[in-house]
């Protein structure tokens, strides 16, 4: 018997992200295209969630998240967000950013509604909102800069916008949005009532003594935003998907109804983990920086003399490469060779675009062990080396 498929998944495919991840697998070779980190997390961080197991805090937890949590997350907005918020009213703790963003999307926007994203964009970003019935709208920053224009930003509005997607830093540009941008946006927010929702789950892996500002500090934007972070990136534990979403509390209310239906809770045990994360000192964090930026600068050096032209991040842990004067005709066949040729891989810029803007572009991903960069970097030498011969 077949079964007639949702039309809310037509036209979705697995991203390109994924597809190369698969590719690589298959063919033994070194993954920089997934945001695979894998740098250990913090001892603290992992003790306590198994003494959360062990001491069989295995339950339910309320579907806005342990107390003692929001309570350490309101702390840490206060002192490194520069953000006053409740804990018991304006804090949901989710199951991941993405659980976060899928919630909000469900809970604030109705279908139909366009959302603003900018280009490059977080794959994830685009096609969960297309799953929730909701019309994507793009507006592309030129690289390198990725610079935010107001005529631009305001030209891209149609009248049924109803909200605008930043990521900062940006997966997968590394851009931060300086606080002249985001007073544009919270000029342009407020004359067309729109909703900002700012992922900001790289918040703290930020370089060459950058702040990462909140959007929700700038302005009035506290009133109509909604702030994504989350303990993935912080603490390297992407696969323990222990995310929260900040708002004000009529917004952050709807959040945790939608959120409770979704999936109930975010893990028990696993947040005691994160809690203790939050409990370490800002030395760690630091630590964590330092060797995301020495990781940062050895790949862009490495990239650099393979003869691709590095777009270097000011935050996060990608970073994008101008692969043109390979002279391929598009980024997903200069990714592939790149792969079958090299043995690494990384993600087409195709995959963060809607228009031909990315097929210069491959990311790669540099949350790895140094000695798996090296080896990257090396192969990646052969890569140009078969170039000039071929």
């Known amino acids: 018997m077949t079964f007639q498929l949702s039309r809310r998944i037509a036209g979705l495919q697995p991203s390109d992200i994924r597809y190369m991840t698969r590719e690589c697998e298959r063919v033994g070779g070194i993954n920089l295209g997934q945001g695979l980190g894998d740098l250990p997390p913090p001892d603290a961080v992992k003790h306590a969630a198994i003494a959360a197991i062990l001491d069989n805090r295995n339950s339910y937890a309320s579907s806005e998240g342990i107390r003692p949590l929001r309570e350490?997350?309101?702390?840490?907005?206060?002192?490194?967000?520069?953000?006053?918020v409740d804990p018991d009213s304006e804090i949901v703790v989710t199951a991941g950013t993405t659980g976060a963003f899928a919630a909000t999307l469900t809970a604030l926007l109705n279908p139909g509604d366009g959302i603003l994203l900018l280009e490059p964009y977080y794959g994830y970003h685009l096609n969960t909102l297309v799953l929730q019935g909701l019309e994507p709208q793009f507006l592309t920053l030129e690289a390198p800069a990725f610079r935010l224009d107001e005529a631009r930003l305001r030209e891209a509005l149609r009248p049924n916008t109803r909200a605008i997607v930043l990521c900062t830093p940006a997966n997968p540009s590394g851009k931060m949005f300086s606080i002249e941008e985001l007073v544009i946006v919270d000029r342009v927010a407020r004359d067309h009532d729109l909703l900002v929702i700012a992922d900001e789950i790289y918040e703290s892996i930020v370089y060459d003594g950058r702040r990462h500002i909140s959007p929700a500090t700038v302005g009035r934007l506290r009133e109509r935003s909604v702030s994504i972070l989350g303990f993935s990136k912080t603490f390297s534990i992407t696969g323990w998907r222990i995310g929260y979403a900040v708002a004000a509390e009529p917004l952050a209310r709807a959040i945790n109804l939608v959120a409770d239906l979704l999936y109930v809770c975010a893990p028990t045990p696993l947040q005691f983990g994160a809690l203790a994360g939050l409990r370490e000192s800002l030395e760690e964090v630091q630590r964590y920086r330092d060797k995301y930026?020495?990781?940062?600068?050895?790949?862009?050096?490495?990239?650099?003399?393979?003869?691709?032209?590095?777009?270097?991040?000011?935050?996060?842990?990608?970073?994008?490469?101008?692969?043109?004067?390979?002279?391929?005709?598009?980024?997903?066949?200069?990714?592939?060779?790149?792969?079958?040729?090299?043995?690494?891989?990384?993600?087409?810029?195709?995959?963060?675009?809607?228009?031909?803007?990315?097929?210069?572009?491959?990311?790669?991903?540099?949350?790895?062990?140094?000695?798996?960069?090296?080896?990257?970097?090396?192969?990646?030498?052969?890569?140009?080396?078969?170039?000039?011969?071929?």
Not at 340 to 354: E, I, K, L, N, T
């Open 293 to 390: 930026q020495s990781k940062r600068d050895r790949i862009c050096a490495g990239i650099e003399a393979a003869g691709m032209l590095p777009i270097v991040p000011q935050g996060a842990y990608y970073v994008l490469a101008d692969v043109g004067a390979f002279g391929y005709p598009d980024a997903k066949t200069a990714a592939l060779a790149l792969l079958h040729q090299a043995g690494v891989a990384g993600v087409p810029g195709s995959a963060f675009y809607q228009g031909n803007g990315g097929e210069r572009l491959i990311r790669f991903c540099f949350a790895k062990e140094d000695v798996v960069l090296d080896e990257a970097i090396q192969q990646l030498r052969r890569f140009r080396a078969y170039q000039k011969t071929a």
């Open 72 to 84: 350490a997350i309101a702390a840490k907005l206060e002192r490194d967000n520069g953000l006053t």
